[in-house]
């Protein structure tokens, strides 16, 4: 793997990105009006708004940044731009690695505008540091954009390509302790849950609103999530290959 050319591919895609006006939107506005909507709902709701809110800095990257990937990655499929690369001596690894690279440095922005939102617009309270949670949100993206880039070697179609969104995103979400404590579920459940990434995203973020230091916990269950998102480019590297000889 090249770093030059893992920069310049993720440099290509930075160029997409900013002219897609609607994907920029969607990166970047939609988590703090999502949040806004949480805050309202749970206006006179106590804690509970900084318990979910803070929950959700994680999970509405992870969303996004699936989709958007899925999608983007199918496109470089259909269109033909994919199988132009692969004749060229760009790897299949600096290509994934590029990618992860420019929608994680997206994602740091999404990240600082959401947390920003949340915390100096409404009012979101937590014991541990800020930039842990920008920190979390980050690697969780990161996790969205290895699976989307995956998920869509099995998609023909972009309607495919959000299908996966069910499949892969949704169970995780339910299973992840965010509506029931993972210890509190039944043991089948939990045994799923357990080897779920997002389980320890939310861990993770749960440790530092209840904490003012990073603990052991935290750093195990970004470590989980990172691990994850490696396994996943890697799975994703396998699946690139041409279609023509």
Known sequence: MSL????????????????????????????AVLLTLLYFMFDNAGSTFDRIALVMLGVFPFVIMFLVTSIAMLRERTTGTLERLLTTPLGKLDLLFGYGLAFGL?????????????????????????????????????????????????????????????????????????FVPREQMAGWLQAVADVLPLSYAVEALAEVG????????????????????????????????????
Do not use: K, Y
């Open 4 to 31: 030059r050319i893992t920069l310049s591919t993720c440099g290509r895609i930075l160029r997409q990105l900013r002219h897609d006006r609607r994907t920029v939107g969607l990166l970047i506005a939609v988590p």
């Open 106 to 178: 997206a994602a740091a922005v999404q990240a600082s505008v959401a947390v920003a939102a949340a915390f100096l617009l409404l009012g979101l309270d937590t014991a541990g540091n800020v930039g842990l949670v920008v920190l979390i949100a980050v690697v969780n993206a990161v996790l969205g954009v290895a699976l989307g880039l995956f998920c869509s070697a099995f998609a023909r179609t972009e309607f495919q390509a959000v299908q996966f969104l069910p499949v892969v995103v949704i169970p995780q979400l339910l299973l992840c302790g965010l």
């Open 210 to 245: 209840a904490h003012p230091d990073p603990t052991t916990t935290m750093w195990r269950g970004l470590t989980v999530v990172a691990g994850a998102a490696i396994i996943a480019l890697v799975l994703a590297a396998a699946t690139l290959r041409r279609r023509t000889p």
